[in-house]
Structure formats: C-alpha cells, structure tokens
Nanobody, 114 residues
C-alpha cells in the first residue's frame, strides 16, 4: 500500500509561482509514473503533468510551458513547479503515483486570485 503526502498549495496572485510536492511512502518496490491531475469546480479532472520513471514528461495542453515537473527518485518525491499562474489554474491538485497500481493523493487546493 502506498501513502501520498502532498504539500505546497495555497493562495497566490495572478502571475506568481507555486511549487507542489508529493512524497510516496509505504510498501512498494519501484515507482513508475508520478505526476499531477487537477479538478476545478464543476469541471472534469484533467492531466496537469506526468513523468515516467525514465524522465519522460507529458503535460496538459493548457500548461503551455508555464509548468515543469521534476522527481527525486531516491526520495520518492515528485514536484510541480508552476509559474505565471492564472485565475483559471484555480483547482484542487491531486498527486498520482503508479506502483504499478494507481494511487491518488487527497489533493491540495491552489487558488489564484487578486
């Protein structure tokens, strides 16, 4: 069983930056893909960024170069660095980790507002 601990959410103003982190712990041998989804009120959950174990990254179309994803394999941690945040980025951000089972974090709120 995998436990995910997310941190880094909060309230920021448009144009500011924020970094989310997610650390995995528990019983697993290796972690495959790690990344983030998000869900805004009354919208479907959507991919933000995903990184495979070999470092290949995939992003949602709305990212448009504003976000980067990194992972520290020795710490079983994935980071989402978000720049140039917009009000429409407001959502609950969920960490996902494949171990290889799919595991979801509880979510962290990101609010972008002036």
């Amino acid at each position: 069983q995998v436990q995910l601990a997310e941190s880094g959410g909060g309230l920021v103003q448009p144009g500011e930056s924020l970094t989310l982190s997610c650390s995995a712990s528990g019983s697993f041998l290796n972690l495959d893909a790690m990344g983030w989804y998000r869900q805004a009120p009354e919208k479907q959950r959507e991919l933000v960024a995903l990184m495979s174990s070999d470092g290949t990254a995939k992003f949602g179309e709305f990212v448009q170069g504003r976000f980067t994803i990194t992972r520290h394999n020795a710490r079983n941690t994935v980071y989402l660095h978000m720049n140039s945040l917009k009000p429409e980025d407001t959502a609950v951000y969920y960490c996902i980790v494949m171990s290889p089972d799919l595991n979801w974090g509880q979510g962290t709120q990101v609010t972008v507002s002036s």
